[in-house]
């Protein structure tokens, strides 16, 4: 189990290591556009600064944290420690150097395209294959969960998964298919024009493209929140959760719920 | 309930607040609707007036339009480049405006007044300093202005 743990912690320091200077570019943001006076008041560190702010708090965060949670679920729930310890490292290390990369580009002033992209608008390449490493290298945490589970559930046969694996898996699934609308963006439209294969962005299809990330990402920043408050919470009160099985219930909800759910961005935009 | 939800939303909320409608977002100064001789407001013959803007980086064409209170108002968006936004502040008229679309918004105004039209999607560096401003005249004093006038507003 001490191994599982190193692993959770390194998502959690990670995260966190990114968090605290997002805050402050946050904070700056805010002086910038106050009456108030900001140190270092220069107008296109702006929007490299909400650039790098974005991304940090909508994925970098975000998916390290799940990630993390996800391990030390997986590790305390099933009693035993996470198996496919090596993949889980190789998934840490590619979601950290895309994670470098895409910050690296936006340091440099040359990816002010916000996190949601913008297009037409278009930015370094670096940033769109680091964006790309930090959300296609979080599959093989997908990928652990599932493992992890089912491997359980074919050790311990007639037995239900534990309700805090049972929600982690269900986040990984939720975010596999969130995930798939702005990997394909980029991967069909993004990186053909960002490597110059292409002159023009058919900004219509990015849109509905990234509209299935766009709302279901948020469900996945939640989801961790969630599972807390179903498992951790009811334990550390000293009682029990009231229903497993509507416990169980909330997250298969949660998963239907989250597949259509972009879709009102297109309704909403042209 | 779900049921409830589904079938409210494809009844009465299911659509978006502009027309689906594409345009070639590189030849718009071409020909067609889009070209400068179109812009700003046009009275149609039902008494119902159109406004058309272009919405590019970063500036809007052009950057003041005239309306007549207490009519039925169309605004006619889109952009030669990036995605901009449309927004009159206080009134709900508020859409994107995305290249290769067109933005179809409708309104009224009840009083003559001056109302703030700020580009509220990013859309590069000089995103913040893109904004606009209509005008909304009353009703019987509208039609004498001349079409020159009519796409520019007096300054402030």
Known sequence: ?270 | MMIVIVATGIAHALHPPSNVETTDPVRLHLRGEFAESNLGTALEPDGSATVRLIAQQYSFVPNCALVPADTPVKFRLTSPDTIHGFLLGGTNVNTMVVPGFVSEVHTRFAAPGDYRMPCHEFCGFGHQGMWARVTVMAHDQFPKLTSLERTSCAPQ
Not at chain 1, 62 to 88: D, E, H, K, N, Q
Not at chain 1, 117 to 139: C, D, E, K, N, Q
């Open chain 1, 1 to 270: 189990v001490h191994r599982s743990d190193r692993l959770a912690l390194s998502h959690l320091w990670v995260a966190f290591g990114f968090f605290v200077p997002a805050v402050v570019l946050g904070a700056w943001q805010m002086l910038m556009r106050s009456p108030l006076p900001a140190p270092l008041d220069d107008p296109d560190a702006y929007y490299a600064s909400v650039t790098l702010h974005g991304t940090v708090m909508a994925y970098v965060v975000t998916t390290f944290f799940a990630m993390g949670f996800g391990y030390a679920v997986a590790a305390t729930s099933l009693g035993r420690p996470v198996r496919g310890l090596i993949a889980a490292w190789i998934g840490f290390a590619i979601c950290l150097i895309g994670t470098l990369m895409a910050a690296a580009a936006v340091l440099s002033g040359r990816a002010s395209v916000l996190y949601t992209f913008y297009p037409p608008l278009l930015a370094s390449r670096w940033y769109y294959v680091g964006f790309f490493l930090l959300v296609g290298g979080s599959m093989i945490w997908v990928v652990l969960m599932i493992v992890n589970m089912m491997s359980w559930k074919n050790e311990n046969p007639g037995q239900s998964v534990p309700l805090a694996m049972f929600a982690v898996t269900a986040t990984a699934l939720l975010w596999a298919w969130s995930a798939s609308g702005v990997l394909l963006e980029l991967v069909g439209i993004i990186f053909p024009a960002a490597f110059g294969a292409t002159t023009q962005i058919d900004a219509g299809l990015a849109r509905t493209l990234f509209s299935v990330t766009l709302h279901g990402i948020v469900y996945f920043w939640l989801m961790p929140a969630y599972i807390a408050f179903y498992t951790l919470v009811p334990q550390a009160a000293g009682g029990r959760l009231y229903s497993d099985t509507i416990g169980r219930l909330t997250f298969i909800m949660f998963l239907v719920v989250s597949v259509p759910v972009g879709m009102h961005h297109l309704l909403v935009d042209p």
